[in-house]
């Protein structure tokens, strides 16, 4: 069972990728994200800057892990799952957006909001 856990949370860590970026800087952010959507000078000084994503979630792979039995045997089996339009997979919108705080242009601060698995995907090479 603990195996099954594990292969269900394969590239959804959502604060792996928050956690990537601790101490980054300013430049290093924009240089993988882009300008941000929204900025503010918060009373303490600090910079809250924002950066908003949005995909289209058909067509995403995920993976996956099933088990199995008959009169032959039984067995395990892992691979990957397409979620594609039309084929029960829903297509719509996955959104993912961060909120870095930044003191001294370095991150002091995070807030990520939205689908776990996109977000994850924003981690820190």
């Known amino acids: 069972m603990v195996f099954l856990a594990g292969c269900a949370s394969l590239g959804t860590d959502v604060n792996v990728a928050k956690d990537?970026?601790?101490g980054a800087t300013f430049d290093a952010v924009v240089s993988?994200?882009?300008t941000p959507t929204r900025s503010t000078?918060?009373?303490d000084g600090r910079e809250a800057r924002t950066w908003v994503s949005e995909e289209a979630s058909g067509g995403t792979y995920f993976p996956s892990i099933g088990v199995f039995g008959g009169s032959g045997g039984s067995g395990v089996g892992a691979?990957?799952?397409?979620d594609?339009?039309?084929m029960g997979g829903?297509?719509?919108q996955v959104r993912c957006e961060r909120t870095l705080f930044f003191r001294g242009e370095r991150v002091v601060e995070q807030?990520?909001?939205g689908h776990a698995g996109y977000c994850?995907?924003?981690r820190r090479s």
């Not at 691979?79 to 397409?82: A, I, L, S, T």
């Open 120 to 122: 994850s995907s924003f």
């Open 84 to 86: 594609l339009p039309g």
């Open 90 to 92: 829903g297509r719509g």
């Open 20 to 22: 990537s970026w601790d």
């Open 41 to 43: 000078t918060l009373t």
């Open 111 to 113: 807030l990520w909001q």
């Open 79 to 82: 691979g990957v799952m397409m």
């Open 32 to 34: 993988r994200w882009g």
